[in-house]
C-alpha cells in the first residue's frame, strides 16, 4: 500500500541544481543521446539555436488561405528586375499556386491532378531571363520565366522530363539526375 514520504527531520537537500548549456549546436537526429555532444537537441519545437542561446519563435502569421490541403514545396522565383513570386505545391490537390499576395482566394496555375508535391527546384539564368525549374520525378519538368509554366522539350533515346528528380547548377550548366535508368542528364 503507498504511504506519503517522510518528512526530512535533518533538513538534507534531496535534490541539486545544475545548470545545462543551451543547445547552440542545433538539432542533432544523428547520434544516439549517450554519444550527443551536450550542446545538441533531440527536439527543437519552437526554439531557434543562436551561438550562445535559444530564443522562442514567436508564432506565425496566415501569408495565404484557401489552399486546397497541406503544402509540401515552397519555391521562389527571382526576376532580374528584384522582382520575386512565391508558389506552393499542396498535397491533397497536387497542384501548384501562385502565393505571392496575400490573397483568400488563390486557383492553381502550373497545373492541377500533378503526380505528387514535392517538388526539387532551382533558379537558373540566362541572358535575359530568369527560370524557376520545377521537377518532381513523376511530371514532366516544369520552367517558369515570371509569366507563364511552360514544359520544356527534352531530346534524346530514352529520355523523359519526367525522369527528372534532382537537379544541380555546374559550371553553368543545369544537370539533372534521372530515375529510369538512373543516369546523369547534363547540358539543358
Not at 87 to 109: D, E, R, W
Amino acid at each position: 500500500m503507498r504511504q506519503p514520504a517522510r518528512p526530512n527531520v535533518q533538513k538534507q537537500r534531496t535534490s541539486r541544481a545544475i545548470s545545462v548549456p543551451s543547445p547552440t549546436g542545433g538539432l542533432n537526429t544523428r547520434d544516439s543521446i549517450s554519444n550527443m555532444p551536450p550542446t545538441d537537441a533531440v527536439i527543437l519545437n519552437n526554439w531557434i539555436p543562436d551561438t550562445d542561446t535559444c530564443t522562442l519563435r514567436r508564432g506565425f502569421k496566415v501569408h495565404v488561405s484557401g489552399l486546397n490541403g497541406g503544402v509540401e514545396s515552397i519555391m521562389e522565383w527571382a526576376g532580374p528586375l528584384g522582382t520575386n513570386k512565391l508558389f506552393a505545391a499542396c498535397a491533397s490537390s497536387n497542384s501548384v499556386y501562385n502565393v505571392s499576395g496575400t490573397a483568400s482566394a488563390v486557383s492553381a496555375i502550373a497545373g492541377s491532378g500533378l503526380s505528387n508535391s514535392r517538388w526539387q527546384h532551382l533558379m537558373f539564368g540566362t541572358g535575359g531571363k530568369n527560370f524557376l525549374v520545377m521537377c518532381n520525378g513523376e511530371d514532366a519538368v516544369r520552367n517558369y520565366d515570371g509569366s507563364a509554366f511552360t514544359t520544356p522539350a527534352i531530346t534524346g533515346t530514352g529520355l523523359s522530363s519526367s525522369d527528372t528528380f534532382v537537379q544541380v547548377v555546374r559550371k553553368q550548366r543545369k544537370d539533372c539526375s534521372l530515375l529510369n535508368p538512373h543516369l546523369l542528364q547534363y547540358g539543358i
